[in-house]
């Protein structure tokens, strides 16, 4: 028998599950290499949160050395499949705060590079900004794991095996290793 709230959180098509998985992996390698290319350059991270002029000073180098290893969390939590609705609403949360901070970048007239993959800050007058790319690429992002806190149910999750009820041992549409 199955929970209400199982039905709900775990798509039964196999098509469902597959999409949940791939946007799962997608989004924590995302994490993980954004995490990863910042966690190790912390002046480039202080750089790139200081070129926004959005934080008060106080708040810049909490923000700059919190932040990697806040992406790199979400991006280990949602390769191995675990609070994915949770990591997904906080995913979302930081992708339109991302996209806030960029557009309010670009209405203000700065020329940053946002620092998403790379030591950030301010650019040289020469040097084109690339808001519109960072927009789309991060409402594309926002859109994926959106989706993904609606149907967070995929193939190779440990929320899978913690969430899944203890008397649901007669379940037909298991249709292959679903972890």
Sequence with gaps: MNTIAYRLTTP?????RGI????RLALGAVWLVAGLLKVNDPD???RSVRAFRILPEA????VAYGVPFLEIALGVLLVVGLAVRVTALVSALMFAVYIAAIASAAARGL???CGCFSSGGDLTADAPTHYTSELVRDSLLLA???LLAWRPGGYLAVDRILDKPVNDRSRSD???FEF
């Design 111 to 113: 020329r940053i590079d």
């Design 44 to 46: 480039g991270m202080l």
């Design 174 to 176: 298991t249709d292959g």
């Design 20 to 23: 949940s998985t791939v946007l």
């Design 144 to 146: 994926a794991a959106a």
């Design 12 to 16: 039964t098509q196999p098509a469902s």
């Design 59 to 62: 708040l810049v180098q909490p």
